[in-house]
């Protein structure tokens, strides 16, 4: 990949967003064709309670806002994930611009769940991040009560590094897990050695 990344007035990143290629997927920017699979994998409950942004009810406006923004990010990306043999889209991943640094995020939808997606996604993500940014410490969250994402945050490398709370427009005030990763512990993993 090449890479041009850029710290921007505000604190945030700037980063080229290429297409993305792993072994089963395509990650590429989501697009007004995606809004019908969009609705259907992230109005679900079961989804939502684990993010922090994504409203439930999930409808068409819900959508349309979304890509407003993703087409726009306030530093980072937001990629949609799509099967690379149909086009299938499975869910979204990016990198955020936080007040810690730069955060990645991923969500898959419940028919795909356990099928190692989101870890596909993640390593392709955490790759760009130390690639196209000088950042020296990536970092990741995921609920106490989301085991899934904690393996998935696991298998990219991360370190615990403490919890906190965060706020999500369904559940509320949560207890959320922070991680880490830094630029010397991404080096020595970049062969992503299936764990």
Known sequence: MVAEADYTDDGG?????????TERLVMRPPCEADIDQLVALADNRH????????PHPYG?????????MARAPRGGVVYALTLAENGAFLGCAGLNSTDRGLELGYWIGEPHWKRGYATEAAHALVDLAFTRTTIQVLHAS??????????????????????GMLNSMVAGQVPVERYRLDRKTWTSLRSWVRL
Do not use: W
């Open 47 to 54: 989804v939502a309670e684990m993010l922090a942004r994504m």
């Open 142 to 163: 995921t609920r106490v009560i989301n085991p899934a994402s904690r393996r998935v945050i696991h298998k990219c490398g991360f370190q615990y590094a403490g919890q």
């Open 13 to 21: 990143f700037t980063i080229d967003q290429p297409v993305l290629r």
């Open 60 to 68: 068409v406006e819900e959508a349309r806002s979304f890509l407003a």
